[in-house]
Each structure stands twice: as C-alpha cells, then as structure tokens.
T-cell receptor
Framework: GAVVSQHPSRVICKSGTSVKIECRSL??????MFWYRQFPKQSLMLMAT?????????EQGVEKDKFLINHASLTLSTLTVTSAHPEDSSFYIC??????????FGPGTRLTVT | QKEVEQDPGPLSVPEGAIVSLNCTYS??????FMWYRQYSRKGPELLMY????GNKEDGRFTAQVDKSSKYISLFIRDSQPSDSATYLC????????????FGGGTRVLVKP
C-alpha cells in the first residue's frame, strides 16, 4: 500500500503556544487529505477535508481559526493548532487519497499540551 | 441510529481460529467498503477494499459485501497473536467527497 508520513510523531507544548503537524504522501499524489482526531478507545473523528490549492472544509463543531489547515501541494498538508490548550491534547491522524476506495493513514501525532 | 454499526467487542479467540467481523450500515449511497486494522497508538492500516457485492480474498483475509442487506464482513483465517488489534470498517460515497464513515471498531484479541 501507499505510504503516508506524519511529523512529529509526538509533541509536548505549553498552553498558549502553536503547534504545526505535517502530513506527507510519500509515493503518490493525493488529491485529497483528511485530518482526524482520536480520543482513547474511540473511533476517528473527522475534523476537516483538504484539497490541494483550495481552502479546507471543516466538519461541524471544529473551529477553523483554531485548527489551521494548509494543503500546499499534492503531497503535503499541514495542521496548525493555534493557542493550544490542555483540552486540545489528543491523537491527530492524517490520511491521503487519490481514489474513493484507497485512503491511507499516517502513523499519527500525539499532542500533549501542558 | 448511527450510519454504520459495529460490535465493539472485545472478541477473544484462540490462535489459529477464524475471526469474523461484521458491520451493518443504513446509507444505501455507500459505494466503497474498506477494512482497517489499528494497533494501539498507531494510524489505521488499510487491509482490504471492495466496491461490489460478493467476496474478495487476499491471503488470510476475506472481505464480504452484501449490498442488499447492507452488511459487510471480514474474515481472518489462521489468526495469529499479531492480529490482535482494533478493526475498523469504513465506507464512502464518492458524491460526498470520498469522506469515510467509520464503524466504532471491534477490538480483537488472539490468544496464543
């Protein structure tokens, strides 16, 4: 299967600071990238859909000014958590796809806000 | 009622047994069906995908789709302890921009 990377895998930051997470499709060009959040023992919660060169589409209840998404190229999307607070601590996962049936996930980023 | 229902388990089986996982769905617009495996603190790994009713086999895995009953299954033959993970079914509708709708996941434990 295709490979999607995420960086960093783990990050600890102080309350009020911003954190950027990168998502890259390494061996294919992704027309669409998705950002998810996952809480312990729960399924994935879609936060936003990102298409290269256009603004991200956020799911209901997700603050677009807090979770900034940039999809600069067909292989790179970034999620910036602005003014992070402890309640933003979570496991963030991106996925990338170029077909309706093959969506590949990154390894995830564990964010801890102290 | 959720769009996709999946028994949360946990499902405990002895090594070598067949693992049987199921999901039901209510949205007849779903066209594509996927199964993912997720280990703790890792991203989901795509195991299989299909877009037609019937069976699809890949090694020890068989995916089954019955669109008339809105029911999908994944079978894992000769299960190994390394198969212990959470299995997620997912479905998509191209008209909805390829967004995935997930089941809640089934936790599987294969005991040696």
């Amino acid at each position: 299967g295709a490979v999607v990377s995420q960086h960093p895998s783990r990050v600890i930051c102080k309350s009020g600071t911003s954190v950027k997470i990168e998502c890259r499709s390494l061996d294919f060009q992704a027309t669409t990238m998705f950002w998810y959040r996952q809480f312990p023992k729960q399924s994935l919660m879609l936060m936003a859909t990102s298409n290269e060169g256009s603004k991200a589409t956020y799911e209901q209840g997700v603050e677009k000014d807090k979770f900034l998404i940039n999809h600069a190229s067909l292989t790179l999307s970034t999620l910036t958590v602005t003014s992070a607070h402890p309640e933003d601590s979570s496991f963030y996962i991106c996925s990338a796809t170029s077909t309706p049936y093959e969506q590949y996930f990154g390894p995830g980023t564990r964010l801890t806000v102290t | 009622q959720k769009e996709v229902e999946q028994d949360p388990g946990p499902l405990s089986v002895p090594e070598g047994a067949i693992v049987s996982l199921n999901c039901t769905y209510s949205n007849s617009a779903f066209q594509y069906f996927m199964w993912y495996r997720q280990y703790s603190r890792k991203g989901p790994e795509l195991l299989m995908y299909t877009y037609s009713s019937g069976n699809k086999e890949d090694g020890r895995f068989t995916a089954q789709v019955d669109k008339s009953s809105k029911y999908i299954s994944l079978f894992i033959r000769d299960s190994q302890p390394s198969d212990s993970a959470t299995y997620l079914c997912a479905m998509s509708d191209k008209a909805a921009g390829n967004k995935l709708t997930f089941g809640g996941g089934t936790r599987v434990l294969v005991k040696p």
